[in-house]
Each structure stands twice: as C-alpha cells, then as structure tokens.
C-alpha cells in the first residue's frame, strides 16, 4: 500500500508544494505543485484514505490542477 506526503519547497520566490508517494522501495516526488497548501493537504488526505495505487498519482495531480488553477 502506498503512503503519501506533502513536501515543502521555499525559494527566492515564495513556498510551494508537493506530494511524495511512496511504495515499499519506491518513492515518487512531484515537487512545486502549487502554492495552495490547504488545497493539496486535502488531497494528500485523500489519496492516503483511499489508499490511490502509486502509478495513479500523476493523472490525480493532472485532474488536481485542472480544477484548481
């Protein structure tokens, strides 16, 4: 079962977020998601709760950024 977590990006130009997906030994990090903490918190939630198998992570973020931006 796979586990997933925020991640923190602070640069010169502000803070943004991500998600970490890990597997057993697979980890998988997409970084610089976007600024809306609460936002991808929430997914996070989700995606633990509904235990989302890993290869599903980058369409989520896909559909994510569709209904956020």
């Known amino acids: ?11 010169a130009g ?4 991500g998600v970490t997906g890990t ?3 697979i980890a998988v990090t997409y970084a610089d998601v976007t600024d809306k903490k609460d936002e991808l918190e929430r997914l996070v939630l989700l995606c ?3 235990s989302l198998d890993l ?11 569709a209904f956020t931006e």
Do not use: K, P, R, W
């Open 55 to 65: 290869c599903q992570l980058e369409d989520v973020l896909e559909d994510f950024l």
């Open 23 to 25: 597997d057993n030994h």
């Open 1 to 11: 079962m796979a586990s997933y977590y925020l991640t923190t990006h602070i640069t």
């Open 48 to 50: 633990n709760e509904l």
């Open 14 to 17: 502000g803070t943004s977020y």
